[in-house]
């Protein structure tokens, strides 16, 4: 059995039938044409087939496979650091948060303490120059 | 036309599109030059800095980004045996044994110089058939344009190899993103969840960013890529002799036809191209033995092959506003931001416009020639640049890039979620490219069949047998079904 395919199969299924049930609510079309519902629904009772087709070719597949984390802790928190670097986004001082957050990341990916710094505030002071200086893009 | 011709090289003749374009190359070069950089992230991180300078300017770098890609993803993969980009796998095959051989140096020269005859030939396909192309798209009406999109969208799924049934599934999920906003004909929201930026749909640039960036990233994270061992000694003579010039014509032709021929159909890149090329000059070439250990006529036919390629999707995303590859679809985007639709009408509204764009082509690729002759030491060299300071670059430029656009943190969540779903769906091994193509053509797709149906009074039958319509369902439905009937078929047989 493939497990990555079951488990995206699933998900599929789901957000297929959600499309389906959710289409019905939107206006109907009248006189033969189509209305706004038409498409979600169409959308979504295609993607449940395939899902299904997709589970069954699955299931029959000898042996058993499943998604291939090598790294699993490590990119769970590089996307996780970034994701509070998100959330505090908005938040003030734009240059020391993301020097902050790229110096963590960079010595988090193995980085010596020195360089990991070094190269931070060079990237941030670029992307601070093109964007905010130079595009007028507010940044904080 | 003559007018127009010398519109569109005015435009490009001034110097900051040709600054902006020599910017995108040499940066194009060095996202090529380095293993998990490739043209495509390059373009999709670069897309937000266009919003703020004219079209011609935003196409010039964003052109330069991907005609200076191609060519440098062989630097690596000549080098190191890892192809830069996906487009450059067939020329690790005889690069890489070369450069073993100590004929690192005319490797990257074959590379560089091959890589233009390829880029100039299907340029010049563009400039050939793009216009009758486009004239005979003109008589597509709405129904044609729904069989159209349905039919770019099977033909991914159906060339993503023994992953058909995932790919028409991601096809699909691009097609749901593709639902959020305003209904086309009616205005009524749909998938908002109550909010207003989400009235005018999805922005396409963050999906791109977060599905070819951060989520590229998150890969290369987990598999923790540590290659940046580069080959001792000098690369030695860089230009080939008149002799080797000879033995590689054959090769190098046929490489940049077939390369373009592939470009062409919606999909289908230049990492098929250059296998396909290489596949052909192996049949056709004399000392079939020498294909894979250091042959200059596999190598020739692979470097034009994956530069020929750019060429030929350029017409199709041209032409009939369907990309020919990922880069293509991003292009698109590009191209709507500045309020310019690819499609037919471009040929029949702003000429001045297309021809701008085959001389940036031609410009792009000459410019990459001479970095790849003369920048192919210090490009070697920049495969030393640790790669967690490129995963910190990208995740940054991607981050703020995405925010830039429209100011908006909404689009910065947007890319970040896109980033988790490209990330799973890598490792799920799920085709990214049907989503982005549902994304792009799942509005064509909606609009266009509800018109064909208004204008048609409600009559699906007399629609649905309209004969350009019926060959593209056909075909839609064909291509990614007959795979699937031959390898049950084979599984039968053995």
Redesign the interface.
Known sequence: MDR??C??AAG?TA??AY?VV?GGG??AGA??????GF??QT??A??VL??L??LF?ARERSGTTG??????A??AA??GM??I??AL??TGFFPLR?ALF?TL??KF???RWRSAAG??LV??AV?TA??QYG?N???E | MGSELLTGLTAVLDWEVLGFLTFGVTLGAIFGALPGLTATMGVAVLTPLTFWISAEQGLAMLLGIYCGAIPAGGIPAILINVPGTPASIATSWDGYAMARKGQAGLALGINALMSTVGQLTSILFLALLAFPIAGFALKFGPAEYFGLALFGISLMAGISRDQVLKGLLAGTLGLALALVGLDPMTAYPRYTFGMSEFLDGISFVPVMIGLFGLAEALVQISERHSIRELPAGVLGRILPCLNEWKKMLPSMMSGAGLGTIVGAIPAAGGDIGSVIAWEQARRISPGKEEFGKGSLRGLAASCAACNGAIGGAMTTMLTLGIPGDAVSAILIGALLIHGIQPGPLLFQNNQAFVFSIVFLLVFASLLIMLIGLLGARPLAGILRIPSPWLWAGIVLFGTVGAYALNNAVVDVWVMFAAGIAGFLFRKARIPLGPLVLGLILGPMMEANLRRALIIGRGDWIGILTRPILLFFLTAAVLLPVLPLIRSKLFMRKE
Do not use: E, R
Not at chain 1, 31 to 36: D, F, K, S, V
């Open positions: 990555s395919s488990i995206a599929f957000l297929g499309l959710s939107f206006p006189g033969g044409l189509p209305g706004a498409f979600p959308i979504g295609l993607m395939l899902a087709g997709l070719k998604f291939a984390f090598v790294n699993a490590q990119t590089s996307a970034l994701l670097y998100l986004w908005g993301t790229l990341f960079l990916l193995g980085q190269v931070s990237l941030t992307v093109v964007f595009l893009v507010s940044l």
